[in-house]
Nanobody, 124 residues
Framework: QVQLVESGGGLVQAGGSLRLSCAAS????????MGWFRQAPGKEREFVAA????????YYAGSVKGRFTISRDNAKNTVYLQTNSLKPEDTAVYYC?????????????????WGQGTQVTVSS
């Protein structure tokens, strides 16, 4: 079992940046593939980014590639999402998730543990 707590969300103007953090506790953090997802009102939860156990492999949704960067610090049991050049369409609740596997997957249903989410609002 692992517990996940996101932080770092907020209100930002278009073009701005936020750094989201997700702190994990419980079983060995480095054994999990980690992902970031988001859900806007009235929409399904969608994949944003994922990172392998050691951090050497990353995947991004096309809509955020080049603007967002996922990273992890296994010594601190934390995964990050640096969001730059934010757009109003990035407004959503952002969730981190953990997958008890070595395979990086982008489908939300393949993830085993979820945080409570942090709100990101981008004004135009």
């Amino acid at each position: 079992q692992v517990q996940l707590v996101e932080s770092g969300g907020g209100l930002v103007q278009a073009g701005g940046s936020l750094r989201l953090s997700c702190a994990a506790s419980g079983r060995t953090f480095s054994s999990y593939v980690m992902g970031w997802f988001r859900q806007a009102p009235g929409k399904e939860r969608e994949f944003v980014a994922a990172i392998s156990q050691g951090g050497g492999v990353t995947y991004y949704a096309g809509s955020v590639k080049g603007r967002f960067t996922i990273s992890r610090d296994n010594a601190k049991n934390t995964v990050y999402l640096q969001t730059n050049s934010l757009k109003p369409e990035d407004t959503a609740v952002y969730y981190c998730a953990a997958r008890d596997s070595a395979v990086v997957i982008t489908r939300p249903r393949e993830y085993d543990y979820w945080g409570q989410g942090t709100q990101v609002t981008v004004s135009s």
